[in-house]
Structure formats: C-alpha cells, structure tokens
C-alpha cells in the first residue's frame, strides 16, 4: 500500500514560509503528497513547499506559471505535471516511487485565463468545455424560467485524457489525475462528471479536483474516488480537504478539513468546526450515492466497494 495526501490549490508566493507548519504530522506521515500550484512561484515559496515535504504539484492552471516556476522547482527537487515547453510535455506524467510502487501522476485545467499567456510561458495541457443553454421545459408555462446549462467536454481534449490516462497506467501501477475545474458552490458542471467518470474509465486510481475555490462532492465511481472540489490547501480563500488516500488493492480515502489562520498558516479544524464542514460533505456526497462517516474531525469514504 501507498499512502498519498492531497491538498488543494497552493499560492503561497508572498506568505509566511511556514505556511504549512501545522500540518506538517498529517503531511510527513504519508509516502508521498500532493498539491496543486497556483501562479507565480520563487525560491521562497519552493523552500515552504519543500519543508512541508511536498513531492508533486500540479502546474495546469487558468493563472500562469512563468517558465522560470519550473526551473524553480526543478532546482527544488519537487516533481511537476500538466505543464511544460510544449504540448508534449505538457501531457507528461510526473512519475515518483515509492514503496516498490510507481504513481504517475498527470494534470489538467479546465479554466483558462482571459488574457493568452506570453509565448515565453509554459504550455498547459487543456480539458476544456463546451456551454450550451436549454430552455427549461416549463417555459412556455412559466415565462423567464432560467435555463439549464449544459457542459460538454471538448472532443479532442477528452480523447488525449483518455489516452494520456491509458498510456500511464500501463506502464505504472497507479495513476493520480489532477483536473482544475468547476464553478463556486456545491452544484457540480456536467462537464466534470463526463471529465472525472471517463479518467476512471480509462484507469485512474483517483481524481483530484480543485479550482472551485470551495469545497465539492465527492463521488466513488467503479470503486475509485473522484473528488470534485478541494477548496484550498493554501491560497486567499480560506477552507479546504486534506484528502488522505491508500492506493492499492484494498484503497481508503479520510478527509481533514483545514483552513488558513490570521498567521496565514494552514491549520486543521478540529472540534465542531471540523464536523460542521465535514458533515456538509457527506450531505453533497450523498446525492452522488458515496457514504461518508464523520467522527472526531476525520471523514472516512468508503471505496474499492
């Protein structure tokens, strides 16, 4: 077994270098972690993340890494994805070992920045959607009636997924994808079930979602977890998941909630607060048909069923 923790979206340039400090005994007890980058990076804000011991970042996001971000973390010695200097490497798995085990992991953002990024900017590899608007069908009956959105992947976006996905996992044991996604609040976009269900589909041990800038469902698809929405691990909106996640033949999923502090540290909740945010997940997560148990600040999801 491989035990993983996987945190949200991550914009640390400017913060305190102990923006992890406290959750360093939930992030240094597992094999490996993961996070999603957002924006700038310098040397400062690569020695907060190598202090709290993080091994992986996701770079695919609507706010651009410079180029010189990846040299950053290349000299760092942390793994990146989803980013790179052409579409190619954009689509690279960042594959680590451990425990006689190889986990690749591969990126992808579904959000995109008003502004195209200057051609000296990395290539980000793309899950874009498609927006249609049906006319609800009580209309004509009841006239200004708003009308359903419909998401829809883009074709060929999908279809390399798929294939990234399928190429990975043949020649690794297990396969994290992580998808920068989705709108503020609890309803999900169309787009996200057809993205997260076919990476499962196509092998993926789990999917990581993260850019609603809050706190999402999660779903258990063919027994593998796909979580819809992260929140923030470390950025200027304040709550998030800590998801701790053991992939192998018997998988578990726990979920810590945590939330920035007037420090600007990440700190767990713990107490009523933990339990108020964790039993909101469960209450999403149902109406997607996953069962998930809250005791003592810790929310366990059961998979692999």
Excluded at 22 to 34: I, S, V
Excluded at 230 to 256: F, K, S, V, W, Y
């Amino acid at each position: 077994m491989i035990t993983l923790v996987i945190g949200g979206d991550v914009h640390i340039q400017g913060r305190a270098a102990t923006a992890f400090v406290q959750l360093e005994p939930l992030l240094k007890g597992a094999d490996l972690r993961f996070a999603n980058l957002e924006g700038p990076l310098d040397a400062a804000s690569a020695e907060a993340l190598t202090s709290a011991g993080i091994d992986v970042v996701s770079c695919a996001n609507d706010l651009p890494l410079p180029s010189a971000g990846l040299g950053v973390l290349d000299h760092a010695g942390i793994a990146h994805c989803g980013a790179g200097a052409n579409l190619d490497a954009a689509h690279a798995p960042a594959v680590v070992e451990r425990s006689g085990g190889k986990i690749a992991f591969l990126a992808y953002t579904s959000l995109r920045h008003p502004h195209a990024a200057p051609p000296d900017f990395p290539v980000v590899a793309q899950a874009f959607a498609t927006t249609a608007y049906q006319p609800d069908p009580h209309v004509t009956e009841i006239p200004g009636r708003p009308p359903l959105v419909r998401t829809t992947p883009v074709p060929e976006h999908l279809d390399r997924l798929i294939a990234d996905i399928k190429r990975a996992k043949s020649a690794h044991d297990h396969v994290v994808v992580s998808m920068h996604w989705g709108l503020p609040g609890a309803e999900l976009a169309e787009y996200q079930v057809t993205y997260g269900r076919a990476a499962i589909d196509a092998g993926a041990d789990l999917v990581a979602g993260h850019g609603s800038r809050t706190i999402q469902a999660v779903e258990v698809y063919r027994g593998r977890p796909i979580l819809y929405g992260l929140g923030n691990l470390a950025a200027d909106r304040p709550d998030g998941l800590l998801a701790g996640c053991m992939l192998g033949e018997e998988p578990r999923l726990e979920l810590i909630p945590v939330r920035r502090n007037a420090d600007n540290e990440c700190e767990p909740l713990a107490g009523d607060e933990a339990d108020k945010v964790l039993r909101y997940v469960a209450e999403v997560s149902a109406l997607r048909s996953a069962k998930v148990t809250v005791q003592s600040g810790i929310a366990s999801v059961v998979v692999g069923a």
